[in-house]
């Protein structure tokens, strides 16, 4: 049915009250992540260091994806970019990730060529925030 109707018809649309302006989240929410290290400041460091090397790498790997139009690697980097900011905090780069899966499931990239810039420009806010905040070498 999805696939005649289109993946997005069949989801309800978001109750207006949990609907969040992008402004309004933060780049990175580091209480999401103190519960998650126990509060542990070494292994948030760690974790941190290993999101900044590979999400370094997804973000010129998916926008190469989008320039060439494979609709597939798209879908696929844009996944694990989505896990990877999701699990550290980086919830407005998850959600940017995440219309990036969502075009390259569709098979129509189009409504994300505009926004690769914006991809790569909250990464680097995200890195930012992380390397204010934690002695990481970026």
Known sequence: VRKWLGSDSLDPPLPQETVVARDEVPVLDLDHLHPLSGGDRRFETRLLSVFLKEAGEKVPALVAAVAA?????TAEVSHALKGAAASVGARRLADLAERFQQAGRSGN????????DSLA?????????????YDIES
């Open 121 to 133: 420009e909250e990464f680097e806010a995200v890195r930012g925030e992380i390397t204010s905040a």
């Open 69 to 73: 139009g494979d609709e597939q690697r």
């Open 109 to 116: 990239l189009e409504p994300v060529r505009d926004l690769v």
